[in-house]
């Protein structure tokens, strides 16, 4: 995916201009940051990090093949995600490894309904983890950070950390739906629908409308 360019919006100021002073700014380190902007990027690379630490802690627990597979490949992906961000958050400039596009191998195909099971409750230690409560981990996991780069990319200033950020949150909503898939397949994630009645009123109850012509400009 395409990033900003290094220079967009930087203007030649004292405050954005690495020193060779010690214990100020490192060899091509920008200060192209807001205040609020740290906090926000800190909170978010301290979350993926969060992210691959907990998958670490899963990944001995796992029983089905197939989820520890899913987990492998999200942890490698993530890992340059992380490098690519901290790059950007620390240069200002477009990394050297730009933002790649995840591509999960789970089929899309979507199990409908709700089957009686075991009601749930917590674990009483350990032992009691199953593949079912791990990928719901996940799941939290991906679905979690995903808010958080999207709430964070509309309030980033400085453009290339904001579209590395931006590029990044359609590959947690990918992760999130492979797990989710996986999920549904095992019937751990069931999906329940309405009456079809109800459904069709739903899906009919918009309609689209003529497109106005463009206003000339005065």
Do not use: C, W
């Not at 100020?24 to 192209?32: D, I, M, R």
């Not at 290339?160 to 909503?173: C, E, H, M, S």
């Amino acid at each position: 995916m395409n990033q900003g360019q290094g220079n967009i919006g930087q203007q030649p100021n004292q405050m954005n201009q690495p020193t060779n002073q010690a214990g100020t700014t490192k060899p091509g380190q920008s200060l192209n940051h807001g205040g609020h902007e740290l906090f926000d990027a800190h909170e978010v690379i301290a979350g993926i990090i969060s992210m691959l630490d907990q998958y670490q802690m899963y990944e001995q627990h796992i029983q089905d093949p197939a989820l520890k597979d899913i987990l492998h490949r999200q942890t490698t992906f993530v890992t340059k995600t992380y490098n690519t961000i901290v790059e950007s958050f620390q240069t200002g400039n477009d990394p050297k490894v730009p933002t790649q596009e995840y591509k999960m191998q789970q089929s899309n195909n979507i199990v409908y309904g709700i089957q009686a099971g075991k009601p749930k409750k917590p674990n009483a230690s350990t032992s009691d983890l199953s593949d079912q409560g791990i990928s719901a981990y996940m799941l939290g996991n991906a679905k979690s950070l995903t808010s958080l780069l999207a709430m964070t990319a509309v309030e980033m200033t400085n453009p290339v950390l904001r579209r590395v950020i931006a590029d990044t949150v359609p590959n947690f909503i990918e992760l999130s739906y492979e797990i989710f898939l996986y999920q549904n397949k095992h019937a751990y994630y069931q999906v329940p629908q309405l009456a079809e009645q109800d459904m069709i009123n739903m899906l009919n109850s918009y309609t689209t409308v003529q497109q106005p012509p463009n206003t000339p400009l005065h």
